[in-house]
């Protein structure tokens, strides 16, 4: 199925992309959302689904764990 292909394919090449992203942007995900064109709650969203765990991650937006 296009689907399962797509998403599997999605899951090899997102991970790699945003931890990259992270890097260049000194692990700040609002300026890792703005460079890449998502909204930050997209990008968290994102880091989740992949598990990227960083120091802003680790706590949601209201600054609990």
Known sequence: DHTDLYEQFLAWVEPPFLLEVLARN?????AAAKKI?????TLRRMLNKYHINTPETE???EGEK
């Not at 064109?37 to 709650?41: N, Q, S, Y």
């Open 37 to 41: 064109g998502l909204a930050r709650a």
């Open 26 to 30: 000194g692990g700040s995900r609002n």
């Open 59 to 61: 706590t949601d937006d």
